[in-house]
């Protein structure tokens, strides 16, 4: 089986096809001027790119953007020191990477990136409907800090609903192992999955031997 090559993604044009990619996949288009100034690996299989994510490694986050000010003045974690936390952002996993092993690799490299960063909090933004985001990321054992409504400025774009949590570097770390296990679960439910037999009916040519005119 090939593997997946994984690089980072400096070139302004690289990074629109990034962006576009993500938008294709999201339904989201992030700014230009937000991606230029933030870490972004993309993984490519026989030279094409299939997957990626965006670590923000410095503020401002456009997570916090979106959160109503009443939250930010009620909880403490809004008051902690945002040099030490980093944001990730523009994850998506191509369709058409389907192999277990692969989707996984993303996750993996994603996680040993988040652990070099040395960072403390790990800021996680999700659409709230997506459920399969929901789980890889409760993984990392992350605590709510918003969910709901965005506040949208005028020209701002995201999810109609949104969730936004944190967890630390060494939570990640430490439940890494859940990963593994996900990886192996996906590997048994593709093994055992059994397409349903396509259902062939015969041709009886006397319900087409007189068609309708055409009108």
Not at 129 to 149: C, H, I, Q, V, Y
Request: hydrophobic fraction near 40%; glycine fraction near 4%; aromatic fraction near 12%.
């Amino acid at each position: 089986m090939a593997s997946l090559a994984f690089r980072e993604i400096c070139e302004e044009t690289e990074i629109e096809v990034f962006l576009n990619r993500f938008q294709d996949y999201v339904g989201v288009k992030l700014p230009i001027d937000y991606a230029m100034r933030s870490k972004i690996v993309g993984a490519f299989l026989h030279g094409r790119m299939v997957a990626g994510y965006m670590l923000v490694l410095s503020p401002p986050f456009r997570s916090y953007l979106f959160v109503p000010d009443r939250i930010k003045q009620s909880n403490p974690f809004f008051a902690e020191n945002p040099f030490g936390m980093m944001e990730i952002n523009g994850l998506w996993i191509s369709s058409s990477l389907r192999s277990p092993k692969l989707q996984m690799s993303v996750w993996f490299h994603l996680v040993s990136n988040i652990y070099l960063s040395k960072k403390k909090f790990v800021l996680l933004l999700r659409d709230s409907r997506n459920k399969t985001m929901g789980r890889l990321l409760s993984l990392a054992e992350p605590k709510l800090l918003f969910e709901g409504t965005p506040n949208l400025m005028i020209g701002d774009q995201t999810h109609s609903k949104i969730q936004l949590s944190y967890t630390s570097r060494w939570s990640i770390l430490i439940n890494s192992y859940k990963y593994w296990l996900e990886l192996r679960q996906r590997q048994n439910r593709a093994k055992s999955f059994v397409p349903r037999p396509i259902k062939i009916t015969s041709f009886n040519p006397t319900k087409h031997s007189h068609p309708e005119p055409i009108k």
